[in-house]
């Protein structure tokens, strides 16, 4: 193996400082590069600069953040299943078994502040939204906040989750709606075997008018999956998150109209510092809204 200088860097400084000093330095790296053109004019753009200088980097680099604490929230216990749960419009949300009340605290946050009105991340809004016609596949659906809110808005729901333990969860938070949530424990991508699935196979015979993907930079494989039914069928509307790579709201905005879709992206940007390959100019579009 060969070593390199980055290497020896993530050998030898500890996360936690390899974060501070990258957040340091693009505190000073993105106002300067969105000083200049093509953001120069762009007012979404100004105002990811304005908090930036003044507040730091963020992954959501807006103000309404301010307003979500971890502090608060209350974590419950389920005596019949021993699984932890919050309350979300009244509704269980359960986590999973091994989670401490802490984490659950820290992942709910986080969670709810994503699809405020105002976050880039928010997958439906006031003219983009569900009625009980819709059928819905939701890709990485994980602890199942976004179908929970949905729940009661759509005539049917498909899940789809590889992970056991948020397969159990899944289970404990939709047994009311059983009757309408199915959850497939597969990867979705363009193969299909025992443990995975492709969207043209597993919805060859079956309705689907609204596609959820985050799947945390798995999105190329699962569109590739989905070439069929994103060309031939009508009445379709997707939101696709855009966050995950460089590159990706280009390439995804590109293949979504050439399969007929009316694309937009969402409001505002990320800066997803995550992905150690980030690249200048350092923001990105959460996501985008496909209609067809």
């Known amino acids: 193996m060969q070593i390199t200088s980055s290497f020896i860097y993530r050998a030898l400084v500890p996360k936690p400082l390899r974060t ?5 330095s693009l505190r000073k790296r993105i106002p300067a590069l969105l000083s200049k053109a093509p953001f120069a004019d762009n007012e979404e753009a100004q105002q990811v600069a304005e908090f930036v200088r003044t507040h730091g980097v963020g992954i959501f680099p807006y103000s309404f953040t301010s307003k979500y604490k971890k502090e608060g929230i209350a974590v419950y216990t389920d005596d019949q299943n021993g699984l932890k749960y919050v309350l979300m419009e009244d509704k269980r949300l359960y986590f999973k078994r091994r ?15 994503e699809q405020d009105e105002a976050s880039p991340h928010r997958y439906l809004t ?3 939204n569900l009625s009980k016609a819709d059928v819905v596949a939701d890709f990485g659906a994980a602890e199942g906040n976004f179908a929970l809110a949905i729940v009661d808005k759509v005539s049917k729901i498909y899940l789809f989750e590889c992970d056991p333990e948020w397969i159990e969860a899944l289970q404990c938070t939709f047994a009311p709606w059983k009757d309408k949530v199915d959850i497939i424990p597969k990867f979705v991508s363009d193969t299909n075997d025992e443990s ?15 596609l959820k993907i985050d799947v945390d930079g798995g999105e190329r494989p699962l569109l590739k999956g989905f070439k069929q039914i994103l060309h031939n069928r009508a009445n379709l509307r997707i939101a696709l998150c855009t966050y995950h790579q ?47």
């Open 246 to 292: 460089h590159g990706d709201q280009a390439e995804f905005t590109d293949l979504l109209e050439t399969a007929g879709f009316t694309v937009c992206p969402s409001q505002g940007y990320m800066i997803f510092y995550y992905d150690k390959k980030l690249k200048p100019p350092y923001i990105r579009r959460a996501l985008i809204r496909g209609v067809k």
């Open 196 to 210: 995975h699935c492709s969207g043209d196979v597993f919805f060859r015979d079956m309705e689907v008018t609204f």
């Open 20 to 24: 501070a000093v990258l957040l340091s």
């Open 126 to 128: 006031s003219t983009f």
């Open 99 to 113: 989670w401490t009340a802490d984490r659950i605290r820290r992942s709910f946050h986080d969670l709810t502040l």
